[in-house]
């Protein structure tokens, strides 16, 4: 039973094209992150929500706009594409903010061509 | 700003030897440490963490960490490695004095491949 996950696995997509990432956890957890790793395994953070309020925003451009439709789920979108957001973007959760990250999805493997 | 590294991408042990991932980290306030574990197209799970008080914590599947202020490390280590022990590695340190949202601002390192020969 997949604690935290993420569709699709990979996304293959041109320069310029919107897309979505879904992000799903059945923990009953609070918190849900977006990070993204790049070539280099280098992992950062994106956005943390916490019951759906955005907690964590670290500089992102405004192409990419998360959205929490509850507490369950932590979707993200991204406009218009550049070659440089091709990386893999995982979703994670905990219980509450006194603790890290303690679930992360398979990752997505976003390719831009 | 803090930072992390660690030393050597790759180690290659033995099974039953033992396992030794290095980790030093760079952090103005007192840290909060933690190594994670990622198996091959999985995400990333905590192996364990290191917040206030023992400075020797063991997490899960017989991994203990052991924070060295004056070393600024907090190298990762089992007794004896175990061929599911292969994976790669990841050590991360987070603000302390950040408040509520110190957790989610994780910086990781480069991670850590450990091979396990039979």
């Known amino acids: 039973d997949t604690a935290v996950s993420q569709t699709p696995k990979y996304l293959v997509t041109q320069m310029g094209n919107d897309k979505s990432i879904k992000c799903e956890q059945n923990l009953g957890h609070d918190t849900m992150y977006w990070y993204k790793q790049d070539s280099k395994k280098f992992l950062k953070i994106m956005f943390s929500?916490?019951?759906?309020?955005?907690?964590i925003n670290e500089t992102v451009p405004n192409r990419f706009s998360p959205k929490s439709p509850d507490k369950a789920h932590l979707n993200l979108h991204i406009n218009s594409l550049e070659l440089g957001d091709s990386a893999v973007y995982f979703c994670a959760s905990s219980q509450g903010t006194a603790g890290p990250p303690q679930h992360f999805g398979d990752g997505t493997r976003l390719s831009i061509l | 700003a803090q930072s992390v590294t660690q030393l050597g991408s790759h180690v290659s042990v033995s099974e039953g030897a033992l396992v030794l991932l290095r980790c030093n980290y760079s952090s103005s306030v007192p840290p909060y440490l933690f190594w994670y574990v990622q198996y091959p197209n999985q995400g990333l799970q905590l192996l364990l963490k290191y917040t206030t008080g023992a400075t020797l914590v063991k997490g899960i599947n017989g991994f203990e960490a052991e924070f060295k202020k004056s070393e600024t490390s907090f190298h990762l280590t089992k007794p004896s490695a175990h061929m599911s022990d292969a994976a790669e590695y990841f050590c991360?340190?987070?603000?302390?004095?950040?408040?509520?949202?110190?957790?989610?601002?994780?910086?990781f390192g480069q991670g850590t491949i450990l091979t396990v020969h039979p």
């Open positions: 929500y916490n019951n759906k309020e955005l907690i």
């Open positions: 991360a340190v987070s603000d302390s004095g950040a408040g509520g949202t110190s957790y989610g601002k994780l910086t």
